[in-house]
């Protein structure tokens, strides 16, 4: 007697989601499960295209099943839907499905270079992503991933973002002349929000990344009273003042009731390239021993790699330049990592809809 369709879901039974703390089957992630004489098909759709554990648990499910007597052979199919995570009383931008802010409370953490390698990381993984320079004072995401194109005015009077690296980008940078400052007051700010927001042609988007201007102004307000935030990094360096500057900015983000989804240690430390040893040149821990406090994950440490540095002022994301090199590692890490937190934000408020 051959193996049956029941047998194949209750083995997947055994095979658990460690973010969602949960069983594939019961999750909904197994679908068109085909069983030929020996031969088993099915398809695992994923939360995220960016799951960090998405090749040990094909696996896993692969190895189960075929272990089942009568098995000859079994496949895994390998898919993804990004979920949204709603806001009850803010109006969602039609086709964006999540969007992530990425905050700091100072300059000069990296906080623009963790955007656009987080942006171009999920991207890679298979994620459509687009990403939002709201930095408005200091606009510098164009020249980081090499756009420099003006965006173009659809028929129905909405800006087409330029395309960098896979990344659909809008940025006050690419609508001033380069040596303009920029001397706003808060509703000026709030429009411009709105406007990159609502008058932009986005399409469908598994990610929006928003990279907010450091602190805890009026940017970051306009957007958690305007659109439904999925989540917030916080990037920090280790030292003191940096973290302390964070955990402001953590403190922020929780008043505005948006999800903290984790911090990243930028500059945690120095790698000789020559010798290998291990340099922590602005001290190290910080994040996360802020992390701890704050009960936050620590989505990762990233090193100091003058290739970092480099790609941001030629175009070329480390992710891109230097796929293999230690930094571009640490921020594909955190990229599965954001993917994953986002996932277990939507899935809390699907629960709570469906006990409302």
């Excluded at 079994?74 to 905050?103: C, E, H, L, W, Y």
């Excluded at 006050?172 to 808060?186: C, N």
Aim: charged fraction near 20%; proline fraction near 7%; hydrophobic fraction near 45%.
């Amino acid at each position: 007697m051959g193996v049956t369709e029941d047998q194949v879901l209750t083995v997947l039974r055994t095979v658990q989601d460690p973010d969602l703390h949960k069983d594939i089957v019961t999750l909904g992630f197994v679908k068109d499960v085909k069983v030929e004489g020996g031969e088993v098909d099915f398809t695992i759709e994923l939360t995220t295209p960016a799951c960090p554990v998405r090749d040990e648990m094909k696996a896993e499910a692969e190895q189960k099943v075929a272990a089942l007597p009568g098995v000859t052979g079994a496949r895994a199919r390998m898919t993804a839907d990004v979920k949204a995570r709603g806001g009850f009383s803010r109006q969602a931008v039609p086709g964006i499905r999540n969007i992530v802010a990425v905050g700091a409370g100072k300059g000069g953490v990296g906080k623009s270079t963790m955007s656009v390698n987080l942006a171009v990381a999920l991207q890679q993984k298979g994620a459509r992503v687009g990403l939002m320079d709201a930095d408005v004072y200091g606009p510098n995401i164009p020249q980081m991933l090499g756009v420099k194109d003006a965006p173009e005015v659809s028929d129905d009077k909405k800006m087409i973002p330029p395309v960098g690296h896979g990344i659909k980008v809008m940025s006050m940078g690419m609508l001033v002349p380069p040596d303009q400052p920029i001397i706003w007051r808060g509703p000026m700010l709030h429009g411009a929000v709105q406007q990159f927001m609502r008058d932009v042609a986005w399409g469908e988007l598994d990610y929006l990344i928003v990279d907010l201007p450091p602190g805890t102004g009026d940017v970051s307000l306009s957007m958690s009273q305007s659109v439904p935030v999925a989540g917030a990094v916080v990037v920090t360096t280790p030292q003191g003042v940096s973290v302390a500057d964070v955990r402001k900015a953590v403190g922020m983000f929780r008043q505005l009731n948006i999800p903290v989804l984790g911090v990243v240690e930028n500059m945690s430390y120095f790698a000789c390239p020559h010798c290998g040893e291990r340099t922590e040149i602005f001290g190290h821990g910080g994040g996360k021993t802020m992390a701890e406090d704050l009960k936050i994950p620590l989505l990762g440490e990233v090193p100091i790699d003058v290739r970092v540095r480099s790609g941001g002022d030629e175009g070329q994301p480390v992710v891109v330049a230097a796929p293999d090199s230690p930094a571009a590692q640490a921020f594909r890490d955190v990229a599965g990592k954001v993917a994953a937190q986002i996932s277990i934000q939507a899935m809390r408020v699907l629960r709570v809809v469906q006990t409302a």
